[in-house]
């Protein structure tokens, strides 16, 4: 079962190069030269890939001379791992034994060769002749001499036959901290770096290498694959399945084999990753390098996640040059590699179930990566995560509501982990169309072009990721009790609303998690039980008939699933409002819906706004085909009666309502603005408005929603001084637009 090519190109001498980790597999791979080759072959032994030395370095560096003749061939022994469901791979039953099966020790391995001969696999690498790799190493940017350069040239060759072997979730980079180390640009770089700060540079360097070890992730095989058990254990705990096409994941595998890609998922659970993570091994795709803040780099949670694939990187670092130059190397091998990078462009996890505003930070080095030749190009891939339920959600209402959010440590690790012993629904995962960042850059030009290539290439993503969200049955059924506006609604009473929104989604060609027929009370019942289970929805029973309602707290949960896929109602919500804004003609609509785009900025990723007024307009077109003109000669109210049950006061009322809590205090502010103290008021406002029903929504009592209308209000300029002019012109306008959407109630 041996692979590989033995022999040497016409004219050149075999030497064979041995990365043997034990002596019994040095004896295999020279019995199978012998074999193959019947003759006596020159046997190099190189330093093991595995254990690190060994190697014969003055043997190695004897046959690499100029005007040799050899022609170099690296040998390996591949250890297989038992089959299993029809898969190689490790898993619960290995943690038990001595070791990882793919590297046997002692007398495992003498059993595996003795009793499971077909698991024992020699291969050997694409050989190289040594005046190419004298040639390659002077050409290079490595600092090393001939004998680790040519090391590492062969521990690379025989990974690749290995991967061949063992399937493309094992493709993971060996020894990066050392190869970084060892080339010349990096060092030039950390000396420059001394020169300019007037520091030592052998102390620059082993900062630099303390700062490397810190962040570089360090693959295992072996954990790799017990931690993959170890998440198909964990989310069977709370979850039925990992949905997804098949067909978006052979297009991200296809994609992977020409480019470096990036993953850059929506954020929105502690299972984002280790779902993907799950879905990418599943698959038999690489591993990504996935971005996780240094705060996870505690025990046992860190060396864990370090070997599946996570590197740790600081929260700020922002003066910290040495640490930017090193982390911008890492990056960059990464790309050049083609090695998967995944993290999350909201930086951490949604609290309100709406996509955050993206940060640009490790993207600004991806795109520096490409701009110094790494690549040619590198593809972002916009995925979209979806869950039935998150059990995260109860901890987001607290933290809507003042408390603080709790630390990561073991304690929340164990109580995570005892929170999925309860049933939350299946997890969902999407696939956008790839974002190529070398065209977006290269359409960009002008004196700003860095900054506006950034910002442009996250809103795509972001906008791409909204545009592949599938909408949960969970969250049509929350929208109809959120439309409610806590009353007590029966089952077939919600079934009605369902399927007026099911209608509205299908006639958009808008993707359901599942074809449930949500018109079907029963449906529906099934439904709030599973919400009823988690103290979502509150029920009583009598008189014959069942009924369900939202508390104040489970407004702020169900929201939650709402705002996932609210994107999809909004421009109808928008030209609901701008249309009760009495527009005569399109011209005077578009005004109105640029106006409430301005307003909402914060909240959605909007298009630009001519493109904004477009979408808007080809949405209103579905359910009433030619209204530019209807609204030129009838009038807008005559719009509104053809587009049916309304959308605004349930889709955008409640962010409105939590504006003017904001706009409120800030007419009321006196002296310095304290974000802390303005929210805990804002908080007490929105309590004090509720119980006098000037809240249409319990849900608009929230942080989350408070700190979104802060953040239009520093754009604003809003947040400095005293009461001025323009912060009672954005009460008031926060208090027009509110009218409109409140229409009716």
């Known amino acids: 079962m041996a692979q590989g090519d033995l022999e040497a190109p016409p004219g050149l001498e075999a030497v064979y190069l041995v990365d043997a980790a034990t002596e019994l597999e040095s004896r295999i791979l020279f019995r199978w030269v012998r074999r193959a080759t019947r003759r006596q ?5 190189i330093d093991s890939s595995r254990r690190r030395g060994g190697g014969d370095h003055a043997a190695l560096h004897a046959r690499l001379v100029p005007g040799s003749g050899d022609y170099l061939v690296p040998l390996r022994v591949v250890w297989m791992a038992p089959v ?10 290995d943690v038990f034994k001595p070791g990882d099966p793919r590297d046997p020790r002692g007398l495992r391995a003498h059993w595996i060769r003795f009793f499971h001969p077909s698991r024992v696999v020699p291969v050997a690498g694409q050989g190289a002749s040594v005046a190419d790799l004298l040639e390659a190493h002077a050409a290079g940017d490595e600092i090393d001499g001939l004998v680790p350069f040519v090391t590492r040239r062969a521990w690379r060759a025989l990974d690749v036959c290995e991967r061949r072997l063992l399937g493309n979730r094992y493709k993971v980079p060996r020894f990066v901290p050392e190869t970084i180390l060892s080339r010349r640009s990096f060092h030039e770089s950390i000396e420059g770096y001394a020169a300019a700060v007037g520091v030592d540079p052998v102390t620059a360097r082993e900062r630099a290498a303390r700062y490397l070890k810190e962040i570089a992730a360090t693959h295992s095989p072996y954990v790799i694959d017990i931690i993959a058990n170890v998440i198909h254990t964990l989310y069977r705990r709370g979850y039925g399945a990992i949905r997804y096409h098949e067909e978006q994941v052979a297009a991200v595998a296809e994609l992977g084999e020409a480019n470096p890609v990036v993953f850059l998922p929506s954020h929105r659970s502690n299972l984002d990753r280790l779902s993907l993570q799950f879905l990418l091994w599943e698959n038999d795709l690489p591993p990504n390098h996935t971005a996780g803040g240094i705060n996870l780099d505690f025990f046992p949670v860190g060396p864990l996640m370090r070997r599946t694939g996570v590197f ?8 910290n040059e040495l640490y930017k130059l090193v982390l911008r190397a890492y990056i960059d091998f990464l790309i050049e590699k083609r090695f998967p990078l995944e993290w999350y462009m909201e930086g951490g996890r949604s609290r309100s179930g709406r996509l955050l505003p993206p940060r640009f930070g490790l993207l600004h080095y991806v795109v520096d990566s490409l701009r110094r030749g790494k690549a040619d190009d590198v593809m972002l891939i916009p995925v979209s995560i979806v869950y039935d339920q998150i059990q995260d959600v109860p901890d987001y209402t607290r933290e809507a509501l003042g408390m603080a959010k709790e630390r990561e440590s073991l304690r929340w690790l164990v109580r995570s982990w ?5 049933r939350y629904g299946d997890i969902h995962i999407r696939f956008a169309e790839p974002v190529s960042v070398a065209t977006i850059t290269g359409d960009i030009g002008g004196v700003d072009e860095p900054a506006i290539a950034l910002q442009k290439t996250a809103f795509e993503v972001m906008r791409r990721i909204a545009g592949v969200t599938p909408v949960t049955p969970t969250a049509l059924v929350s929208i109809a009790l959120l439309a409610a506006r806590g009353k007590a609604k029966t089952a077939g009473e919600l079934a009605d609303g369902c399927a007026t929104l099911s209608r509205f989604l299908t006639a958009r060609g808008i993707e359901m998690t599942e074809p449930a027929d949500l018109s079907d009370p029963d449906v529906v019942r099934v439904i709030l039980a599973r919400l009823a289970d988690h103290g979502a929805v509150s029920s009583h029973e009598a008189l014959g008939r069942t009924v369900h309602w939202l508390e104040e707290t489970q407004m702020i949960q169900l929201s939650y699933y709402r705002n996932v896929v609210l994107h999809y109602f909004l421009p109808r919500a928008i030209a609901e409002i701008a249309l009760r804004q009495g527009p005569g003609s399109f011209d005077e609509a ?19 706004r001519d493109q904004f007024v477009s979408e808007v307009s080809a949405d209103i077109s579905i359910d009433v085909p030619g209204w530019e003109r209807l609204l030129d000669t009838a009038g807008a109210d005559e719009v509104l009666a053809k587009m049916g049950d309304p959308l605004a006061y349930w889709a955008i009322l409640p962010i409105l309502d939590a504006y003017q809590v904001v706009g409120d205090e800030l007419e009321a502010l006196h002296g310095d603005f304290d974000e802390k103290r303005f929210l805990k008021a804002c908080l007490a406002r929105a309590r004090m408005y509720r119980i006098e029903e000037r809240l249409i929504s319990g849900e608009s009592a929230s942080q989350v929603m408070f700190k979104s209308a802060l953040a239009l209000a520093s754009n604003r300029g809003l947040l400095e001084g005293g009461p001025t002019e323009a912060r009672l012109g954005f009460a008031f306008e926060v208090r027009r637009v509110r009218q409109s959407a409140a229409f009716g109630l």
């Open 41 to 45: 072959s020159v046997v190099v032994r």
């Open 84 to 93: 299993r469901r029809g898969r190689r791979s490790v898993d619960w039953r």
């Open 312 to 319: 740790f990187i600081r929260r700020s670092f922002r003066d």
């Open 418 to 422: 005892r929170s999925l012993q309860r």
């Open 590 to 608: 578009a005004v109105g819906l640029q106006a409430l785009r301005d307003l909402l900025k914060f909240e959605f990723f909007f298009a630009e």
